[in-house]
């Protein structure tokens, strides 16, 4: 049996500007850090001629094509996996919906366990860059790249979206004090409300393309961006008031974090 794990996560300062109608402008950045929720894919070899799929539905099937589920469907084509004789089941410690990323976790584990079982070794790049080319073109989302990336990076990792496409990746560096000091004032709590990611992106991919409302998204999205520059600074130095004073508090943010987040109608869940 193949069990595989890839973490949630929070965004630290940036989000948003890793979607590709921003960043093929003007470059995104964003800090995004792992948490110890996840998204767990175990794979079991059996001794009937169909894949056994079992998530919120279950599903049997001897044929890719009949797969229902899309991201796994795509995944099976992606790494040249013959469609039969396994069993694969999907777990999670968090609810769908939640905002903390499930759809990309879920998709670089189930890639990660899939690549294993052919026994090849992926680096995290490729992996998610192979994630991203399932969510983004292949299945159309209109999402970003950052669930992905820090699902398969890990840690606290800051991210440069470049006009072209590529990432670059690097670890934050804090200090332990830091880093504990930032676990222990930070909490989450479930509201008991989901949404779906995709619509909510949707209408920001659509405004920044547009510029429908005289380029306010794009202005936005400039705004976020600089408070994950000014993120990154802060916790570099340690400085989790300054962190605190730049990304979370209402005064701070003004209207054009408000606006982020209200799109759709809803803040995120958790």
């Keep these: 049996m193949i069990i595989t794990r890839s973490p949630l996560r929070i965004s630290l300062g940036g989000g948003g500007t890793d979607v590709p109608s921003y960043y093929r402008e003007h470059e995104g950045f964003l800090i995004a850090g792992a948490i110890d929720k996840y998204v767990y894919i175990t794979i079991h070899e059996t001794f009937i001629e169909e894949v056994i799929l079992k998530y919120s539905k279950l599903e049997r099937v001897a044929r890719r094509e009949d797969l229902e589920h899309p991201i796994v469907r795509e995944a099976f084509?992606?790494?040249?996996?013959?469609?039969?004789?396994?069993?694969?089941?999907?777990?999670?410690?968090?609810?769908?919906?939640?905002?903390?990323?499930?759809?990309?976790?879920?998709?670089?584990?189930?890639?990660?366990?899939?690549?294993?079982?052919?026994?090849?070794?992926?680096?995290?790049?490729?992996?998610?860059?192979?994630?991203?080319?399932?969510?983004?073109?292949?299945?159309?989302?209109?999402?970003?790249?950052?669930?992905?990336?820090?699902?398969?990076?890990?840690?606290?990792?800051?991210?440069?979206?470049?006009?072209?496409?590529?990432?670059?990746?690097?670890?934050?560096?804090?200090?332990?004090?830091?880093?504990?000091?930032?676990?222990?004032?930070?909490?989450?709590?479930?509201?008991?409300?989901?949404?779906?990611?995709?619509?909510?992106?949707?209408?920001?991919?659509?405004?920044?393309?547009?510029k429908s409302d005289d380029g306010e998204m794009v202005r936005n999205l400039h705004y976020v961006k600089d408070l994950g520059l000014r993120s990154m600074e802060a916790l570099q130095a340690g400085d989790l008031d300054r962190f605190g004073a730049d990304t979370l508090d209402p005064d701070a943010l003004g209207s054009a974090w408000a606006r982020l987040i209200s799109i759709g109608g809803k803040a995120n869940s958790c």
């Design 77 to 210: 084509d992606v790494v040249g996996i013959p469609c039969r004789a396994l069993e694969i089941t999907s777990m999670a410690d968090i609810p769908a919906g939640t905002g903390l990323g499930s759809s990309g976790s879920f998709t670089t584990a189930l890639l990660k366990a899939l690549h294993t079982h052919r026994r090849s070794l992926i680096h995290p790049r490729e992996l998610a860059e192979e994630a991203c080319h399932i969510e983004i073109d292949r299945l159309g989302e209109p999402i970003g790249k950052q669930d992905q990336y820090i699902a398969a990076f890990g840690g606290i990792t800051c991210f440069k979206f470049k006009k072209n496409g590529e990432v670059d990746a690097w670890p934050l560096p804090l200090d332990v004090e830091t880093r504990n000091n930032l676990e222990d004032s930070l909490v989450m709590f479930f509201t008991g409300y989901s949404r779906r990611a995709s619509s909510i992106l949707k209408e920001q991919d659509d405004k920044t393309k547009s």
